[in-house]
């Protein structure tokens, strides 16, 4: 797939994967930390979560991404937000970080956490914690073992790696981490900050694209997950937040 579609695809959603300005408070606020903490966004796309943790936090944020368009669209939020002075844009590979071994309070990742594999990522990232830091991710779990055929069968094939919340705590605890707590994401704060927003999109793409086969599936793609999230919510798979520490 052409990288210059995805952009155009998921440039102006205002948040890239599950939840929103709520329950980024809403998690962080379980967290015991140090004035001024440290916080390293890996994958912050363009920037929501990023800029609610500056505003939020009063720290300094390094927001990290692959993506430099989603980057300069980061810049382009921060400074409207006015606070773009505490946060720090990397251009980076996540699989390739270069940062001092205990640099950051918290590492703080959305919904990348799978790319990685949770056992590789709690290993390399655990480097760069601060004594009594934290690690923050989320990731899409299977909530019941009986999930109807049309769940499963998506679900499954888009994430085949998908884990229970039992297999995921095992993976954690195999590490060294302790799970300090869990949050589910509501399925509307999803909905109304990533996938009303995105479904609004991918009919403008379609008009634009319909020539482009591979775009255009692709495209179907990401409306089937909004109409498997519409249907079935988080009843059988649903984004959780872990808090961990060593």
Known sequence: ?????????????????????????????????????????????????????????????????????????????????????????VNQDMHSMHFERGSFDVIWAENIIFGLGIKNALKSWGTLLKQEGYIVFSIIVRMEETAPEEARRYWERVYPSVKSHTEIQDIIQSQGYRVIDTHLVPTEETMDYCYKPLEKRIKELREIYGANREFIAYLALNQEEIDIVRKYGSDFYGSVFYILKY
Do not use: H, W
């Open 1 to 89: 797939m052409d990288d210059a579609l995805l952009t155009e695809l998921y440039k102006d959603i205002p948040k890239l994967g599950t939840g929103s300005p709520l329950v980024i408070r809403q998690v962080f606020e379980k967290l015991d930390l140090p004035p001024d903490p440290t916080i390293l966004d890996i994958g912050c796309a363009t920037g929501l979560t990023s800029i609610e943790l500056a505003r939020i936090s009063g720290g300094s944020i390094v927001s990290l991404d692959i993506n430099q368009t989603y980057l300069d669209i980061l810049k382009e939020r921060a400074a409207a937000q006015r606070v773009l002075d505490r946060i720090t844009i």
